[in-house]
């Protein structure tokens, strides 16, 4: 079974500053890695995905994460944020790719709060 | 964009009181479902469904029931609310095989069991 595990709960950071994310997992096999963000009052909406190849992946809004297999890690970046930023980040994996959303495992998410 | 539309808003209800929360995707996705949302337990999927009459069990479905009636639809029952079914509640829908990993959600449902 995948488990995920995001560490920090809250995380606050001035506008502009640049951002991470933590994300661990643990899963034997090859992973599928995703982040997910959800703004107030909305559900969660794709940021980005990890399957394979070029570790670093893009996502929308200048987001980026980083798969480093031998840390079990995909922290999500941002080189400058935006007050807009503010939200709850949730990192997801799963044992396939084609996931139909029953293989899914969330992380308990993390508060990102930008100060103007 | 998919439209996923969860209804009520909010919803507050007794102990052994009956709910019913809704969810409606206008987007002919085959796959729907149901996740519950707690503070530091992430999203933990309850049940979900890949057609009309279809039911599967999640993780977590203990106390809750589920039914799809239409593609469009998807139903979640507590029939006997408990105090720790309070929760944020999501729907979601993916399509499978074509965006078969990227789930679309609604807005939530707070339901509050006093």
């Known amino acids: 079974a995948q488990s995920v595990t995001q560490p920090d709960a809250r995380v606050t950071v001035s506008e502009g500053a640049s951002l991470q994310l933590r994300c661990k997992y643990s899963?034997?096999?090859?992973?599928?890695l995703f982040w997910y963000v959800q703004y107030p009052r909305q559900g969660l909406q794709l940021l980005l995905k990890y399957y394979s190849g070029d570790p670093v992946v893009q996502g929308v809004n200048g987001f980026e994460a980083e798969f480093i297999k031998s840390n079990s890690s995909f922290h999500l970046r941002k080189a400058s944020v935006h007050w807009s930023d503010s939200a709850v980040y949730f990192c997801?994996?799963?044992?396939?790719?084609?996931?139909?959303?029953?293989?899914?495992?969330f992380g308990g998410g993390t508060r990102l709060t930008v100060r103007p | 964009e998919a439209a996923v539309t969860q209804s009520p808003r909010n919803k507050v209800t007794v102990t052994g009181g009956n709910v019913t929360l809704s969810c409606r995707q206008t987007n002919s996705h085959n796959y729907m479902y149901w996740y519950r949302q707690d503070t530091g337990h992430g999203l933990r999927l309850i049940h979900y469904?890949?057609?009309?009459?279809?039911?599967q069990i999640g993780d977590v479905p203990d106390g809750y029931k589920a039914t799809r009636t239409t593609q469009e639809d998807f139903f979640l029952l507590l029939e006997l609310a408990s105090p720790s079914q309070t929760s944020l509640y999501f729907c979601a829908s993916s399509d499978w095989p074509t965006s078969a990993d990227t789930l679309y959600f609604g807005s939530g449902t707070r339901l509050t069991v006093l």
């Open positions: 899963y034997s096999g090859t992973p599928y």
């Open positions: 997801a994996v799963s044992a396939t790719p084609n996931n139909a959303g029953a293989k899914l495992t």
């Open positions: 469904s890949y057609g009309a009459g279809n039911l």
